[in-house]
């Protein structure tokens, strides 16, 4: 196992109360930062460190703050994104369950460094009962010193809320989030004005995911030149991955940056193989929006090359022959799995959470639906293959926010590399809608 930043201490009993945390080294970084460093100094950590977000864009941490307009007379804010709704991903929340603190203490050291003194969590509405865990552990923090008026007699002041969203996957956008936090409905803004000049309240704002705020304790106490000692070029820390699918151990994981693909998919270690001993058919490796791919493109590129956990490995060979790291939420598939109706079940989800604001996204993600749907209940024609693609290529690219390129990308990248299983269903729907019918090359189907 590599080394432990986040989760060293995720199985101490009692970890989530304050009197544990603190035995344990909590809150060091915020007595560090407030009591020897500049603001100024913890942002230049953070931005040598190399820390990137970790909520699937990946863009640097430190350069983001950097953005931070600094106007007379406003407020500026730091919104945690705790909106954790990508399907795959579920890492955020057992941070914010087994160890609220580790994020709060971030949140006090980063509302620091960016000079906020009110700091917001938006978390997921489904996650009720995490959010009476964060209110225990933020009232904690209050009454030992570490929140509300001259914070450990530093001159500094933070009042952190939490506040729930309404189970909206569009909040997960950062705009549709500071939309939804001010009372309004969860519409992404168009992009100039960029948050950091006008965001919360037209104030200046960053919004930062769960682990990226969690991850700078660690680097104001060590230094972000060790943090960036982690992991391997521009894919420095660690990383927590969400692993599910058809996995002998699925859970969260720790990673360093740069592992072996194959070491963290098949070694006891990690998630230990593919369950029941069936064959590696194909994986989504960073949440459901990111592309999917068959078993030989992940363990290597197109060019024999052996990939590793980082955003630059996962991501070469483009969206021909590559995906992307995401959000971490890692989804194994075996080859009893139904590409097609894999991709329709994502298709309707994002159907779903699209917030209809835009023209391709709100008509393009239901005529995906539809299409989908048709194939794989065996009413499908040729024709509607090359309609998806047609249709997902309209989208991607010309609307407000992200979520019509994460809606495009599954659908597009499935029918690339597994165009045969789409075709079969149309060829053979009778073969192909019998429960349990799976596609598998020259046998056609089986019958798990």
Not at 8 to 17: F, G, M
Not at 161 to 187: D, F, M, Q, W
Not at 316 to 321: D, K, L, N, Q, T
Not at 426 to 432: L, Q, S
Request: aromatic share 8%.
């Amino acid at each position: 196992m590599g080394r432990k930043i986040l989760t060293e201490h995720i199985n101490v009993p009692d970890i989530h109360t304050l009197a544990v945390y603190r035995k344990m080294g909590g809150y060091r970084s915020v007595e560090k930062a407030l009591k020897t460093m500049t603001s100024e100094e913890v942002v230049e950590e953070v931005k040598k460190s190399g820390l990137r977000g970790r909520g699937g864009a990946g863009f640097p941490t430190g350069m983001k703050w950097s953005f931070l307009a600094k106007p007379e007379g406003k407020p500026r804010y730091l919104v945690c994104n705790a909106d954790e709704s990508e399907p795959g991903t579920f890492k955020d929340r057992v941070l914010m369950e087994k160890i609220p603190h580790a994020l709060i203490e971030g949140m006090i050291t980063s509302s620091y460094a960016l000079g906020a003194r009110t700091s917001y969590i938006y978390i997921r509405g489904e996650l009720m009962f995490v959010l009476r865990i964060l209110e225990k552990a933020i009232a904690e923090a209050y009454a030992a010193g570490f929140l509300g008026e001259n914070i450990l007699g530093s001159g500094y002041s933070l009042d952190l809320h939490v506040h729930p969203g309404g189970g909206a996957y569009i909040c997960g956008e950062e705009t549709a989030l500071l939309e939804s936090l001010e009372g309004k409905r969860g519409n992404p803004r168009n992009k100039p004005p960029f948050p950091a000049v006008q965001g919360l309240y037209a104030c200046p704002t960053v919004v930062n995911n769960v682990e990226s705020i969690a991850s700078v304790p660690w680097i104001v106490n060590n230094t972000g030149e060790e943090y960036a000692k982690i992991g391997v070029g521009r894919s420095t820390g660690t990383k927590l991955i969400s692993a599910g699918g058809h996995l002998n151990k699925p859970g969260v994981y720790e990673i360093e940056l740069g592992l072996p693909v194959e070491e963290f998919l098949f070694s006891d270690e990690y998630c230990g193989g593919i369950w029941k001993g069936r064959q590696f058919k194909a994986v989504v490796a960073g949440g459901s929006s990111v592309p999917i791919l068959p078993a030989h493109l992940f363990l290597k590129t197109a060019e024999g090359v052996p990939r590793v956990m980082t955003y630059e490995s996962l991501s070469e060979g483009g969206f021909v022959s590559g995906t992307m790291l995401g959000s971490g939420g890692f989804i194994a598939m075996d080859d009893t799995t139904c590409i097609v109706r894999n991709t329709w079940n994502f298709a309707r989800f994002y159907h779903h959470e699209s917030c209809g604001q835009c023209s391709p996204c709100r008509e393009g993600t239901g005529w995906m639906e539809k299409i989908l749907h048709r194939i794989e209940h065996g009413h499908g024609h040729m024709h509607d293959i090359d309609l998806l693609v047609n249709v997902s290529k309209q989208i991607e690219g010309n609307t407000i926010c992200p979520l019509g390129d994460a809606a495009a990308w599954p659908v597009a990248s499935a029918v690339r590399h597994f165009r045969e299983e789409f075709e079969w269903h149309v060829k053979h729907p009778g073969a192909a809608t019998q429960p349990g019918a799976v596609y598998r090359g020259a046998e056609e189907a089986a019958l798990v």
